[in-house]
């Protein structure tokens, strides 16, 4: 787990103490029974090889007096082991998460400084000759824009400043390039831009993981999914997706049943209408126009105490896209153009190189009154959908739907998995230590490690046990109950034997 973050992003050796540090509770909980088994081993059989164990029966101490000390071993290993399990463990590997998210400025300069380039979220190439932390800019900058193996596009740029926003669960980081120059793949042509700015989270170091979470936060996911960020995340893909297939609709609609009839998006500040031959929904949370779009641009003035419309400019492109931006519940819609001229009221005109972009557009009540409710996993789910789209979803939208179940349904598997076989393990402990007095004492005549050899067998078999139902438990298609009784079922084994090694002990 240190050495991930050293490779993939170049952590320094100040964080790599502290991870070291946040990593000793996960490391813990594995070392501290197998210490304590080791250490149980080797004194009672220690005690036993020296006939001391005889010389105490002999002045009338029973066995079950002298096997107290390795009992109450046995429970506090036990007791700490469920704690750093359930609680210490999870709030380290956050605070190790936290370092990391501190750090996160650092590390991508401390990259781009190093390899000369890094990769932002497998989305974004961003190469630099020259990485300054202290005020915070890139020089001589090339950004390629990456979605399946495949460049989309590539910038060229003088310079560029990065801004890290903080946010609860990541960094966003901001790029914001200045005198760059842009192709597109898609259109293969290069033009001119002034200044260009896209965010992106900063990857986490490890994954928002169930097997992270404490006891309270497990159950707190199980009473609200929302609250697990990849679901979250996930629920918001779907439900773009939906706005963008709702809004693609709604123009497909207007344009089909209204000739020469302007569809309309507003914001506070800006006011536009436009036409186009075609439009559709695409897979990247995105509404298409092509073929002769026209837009028409206006501000609002105030005029014998009313607010009139005033008409800006009207824009001609033969491509268009909408793209659906913002809050979960209150998404806004950007317009980019594709090289579009443009013409004032007062008969200038000209032409646009680039993708000029309008932000902040409104959504109209004709697609906000078909999202029925604000819970997002009802608003995407089959029944709404489906009631909301008569045509149906796209295979892309019905693709994320799906994806979104099943990583529902597995994460609330993890999370009984995970507290299984936490439990499992931290009873577990009580047993493997009682194993190892036992085993340490009927074996005093061999050497001493081949007790703690075998006494470790049976610990192997638990730990296996465990590993296999967490698989069983978290497989959609395997019953989660097989899961859950192997792991219980090796812990019942391991009693069974702990109970027939002292059955022979006191027998003898």
């Not at 900058?141 to 946010?167: C, G």
């Not at 979470?213 to 697990?228: G, T, V």
């Not at 773009?240 to 123009?251: C, G, H, N, P, R």
């Not at 009580?430 to 007790?451: F, W």
Request: glycine share 6%.
């Amino acid at each position: 787990m240190v050495l991930r973050p050293v490779q993939d992003y170049g952590v320094g050796p100040r964080q790599v103490i502290h991870l070291m540090v946040y990593f000793l509770p996960i490391t813990l909980t594995f070392v501290l029974p197998i210490a304590a088994l080791f250490a149980t081993t080797l004194v009672y059989g220690r005690f036993a090889a020296d006939n001391e164990l005889d010389a105490c029966k002999a002045s009338g101490i029973s066995l079950l007096t002298l096997l107290y000390p390795g009992l109450a071993l046995a429970i506090m290993v036990a007791i700490a082991n469920l704690l750093l399990s359930f609680h210490v463990m999870p709030a380290f590997v956050q605070r190790a998460e936290k370092s990391f998210k501190d750090d996160a400025k650092q590390i991508l300069f401390r990259n781009i400084q190093r390899r000369g380039f890094y990769d932002l979220d497998g989305k974004y190439l961003i190469y630099a000759d020259n990485a300054n932390l202290d005020n915070e800019t890139l020089t001589g900058v090339v950004i390629t824009k990456v979605k399946d193996s495949r460049i989309e596009d590539v910038v060229l740029a003088e310079r560029a400043k990065v801004r890290f926003n903080s946010n609860k669960r990541f960094n966003e980081v901001q790029i914001i390039a200045h005198n760059i120059y842009q192709i597109g793949f898609d259109n293969e042509e290069w033009f001119d831009v002034e200044s260009l700015s896209f965010t992106r989270e900063f990857p986490p170091l490890m994954a928002d993981r169930i097997k992270f979470k404490k006891i309270d936060e497990m159950k707190k996911i199980r009473a609200d999914l929302m609250r697990f960020y990849p679901i979250a995340r996930k629920a918001h893909e779907v439900y773009t997706q939906f706005v963008a297939e709702l809004l693609a609709q709604d123009i497909c609609g207007n344009i089909a049943d209204r000739n020469d009839s302007y569809y309309a998006l507003y914001s506070g500040e800006k006011f536009i209408e436009f036409i186009a031959a075609q439009c559709g929904a695409m897979n990247d949370k995105k509404v298409e126009l092509f073929g002769d779009v026209v837009i028409r641009e206006y501000d609002s003035v105030i005029e014998s105490d009313q607010v009139k419309r005033r008409l800006l400019r009207t824009l001609q492109c033969q491509r268009a896209m909408l793209y659906i931006e913002g809050e979960e519940f209150d998404p806004t819609v950007m317009m980019e153009m594709y090289n579009p001229s443009w013409r004032k009221p007062n008969g200038d005109e000209g032409r646009m190189a680039g993708r000029p972009r309008i932000r902040g557009l409104i959504l109209p009540k004709t697609v906000t009154d078909r999202l029925e409710t604000r819970d997002i996993l009802k608003a995407v789910g089959t029944a709404s959908i489906d009631s909301a789209l008569p045509e149906g979803p796209s295979v892309k939208l019905a693709g994320l739907q799906s994806e979104l179940e099943r990583r529902i349904i597995v994460s609330l598997l993890e999370i009984r998995a995970e507290v299984h076989s936490r439990l499992v393990f931290g009873i577990g402990c009580l047993a493997m230590i009682l194993i190892g007095v036992g085993l340490g004492i009927l074996k005093k005549e061999g050497h001493l490690l081949s007790a703690f050899g075998i006494s470790a067998i049976p610990s192997a078999v638990l730990i296996a046990c465990i590993m296999s139902g967490k698989q069983i438990s978290k497989n959609t298609e395997a019953n989660a109950g097989s899961g859950i009784l192997l792991m219980w079922g090796g812990l019942v084994f391991l009693y069974f034997l702990a109970g027939f090694i002292y059955y022979r002990l006191l027998k003898n």
